[in-house]
């Protein structure tokens, strides 16, 4: 089996603050999403990257940015935290852009 | 494009009730792949059953699904729910390399 692992677990920002989370997987898995899960308003997708070179925004990529350092690991910047901002942001990767996904544990975000 | 729809943002039933989940699907592609995801209390999602036949019922933990492409739906249901069934769960849909998931379902099961 294999993990993914997201750090840091917890996340609190300021206001205006660039604030950058990490993903990594050892499944050998092709493919790496980054969502975002607000309470009550379910996954919304924010980038994705199908191969090691690949990058494609999701639904919900204004005001994020992510890059695919090497096929194990996805990173995903904030490029200026919203205050009051609270949300948790999960990490996920599949064998291919047609299976289905492994998730990790997930960042939880706070912005005073 | 790709859609899902839960119907139902919050289920609250007794234990030993029967359990349904709504799900169903917009797409363009005739042979499509559908997912149930739950979550628990401060856990990541993580994959239930899922399915690319049509009318053959899935079955995992407990759980079965059908997939019924003559209405676009893939509801979950249980015969008998329990206290450990309690988390929000997602029907998802395979799309263009990606997955596109409903908004949830929260399911809480009383004593």
């Known amino acids: 089996g294999g993990i993914i692992t997201q750090t840091p677990k917890f996340l609190i920002g300021q206001e205006g603050q660039k604030l950058t989370l990490k993903c990594q997987q050892n499944?050998?898995?092709?493919?790496m999403y980054w969502y975002r899960q607000d309470s009550g308003k379910g996954l919304r997708l924010i980038y994705y990257?199908?191969?090691?070179?690949?990058?494609q925004k999701g639904d919900l990529s204004e005001g994020y940015d992510a890059s695919r350092e090497k096929k194990s690991s996805f990173s995903l910047t904030v490029t200026s935290a919203q205050k009051n901002e609270m949300a948790v942001f999960l990490c996920?990767?599949?064998?291919?852009?047609?299976?289905?996904?492994?998730f990790g544990s997930g960042t939880r975000l706070l912005v005073i | 494009g790709d859609s899902v729809t839960q119907t139902e943002g919050l289920v609250t039933l007794t234990e030993g009730l029967p359990v349904m989940l709504n799900c169903t699907y917009q797409t363009i592609y005739s042979n499509p792949f559908l997912f149930w995801y739950v979550q628990h209390l401060n856990e990541s999602p993580r994959l239930l059953l899922k399915?690319?036949?049509?009318?053959k019922r899935t079955e995992h933990q407990g759980f079965h699904a059908t997939l019924h492409k003559s209405s676009s739906s893939f509801h979950l249901q249980k015969s008998s729910a329990q206290l450990s069934d309690s988390a929000l769960y997602y029907c998802a849909l395979l799309g263009n390399n990606r997955i596109f998931f409903g908004d949830g379902t929260q399911l809480v099961v009383k004593p």
């Open positions: 499944f050998n898995h092709d493919t």
């Open positions: 996920a990767s599949s064998r291919t852009a047609n299976s289905d996904y492994t």
């Open positions: 399915s690319f036949t049509d009318n």
């Open positions: 990257s199908i191969t090691e070179n690949d990058l």
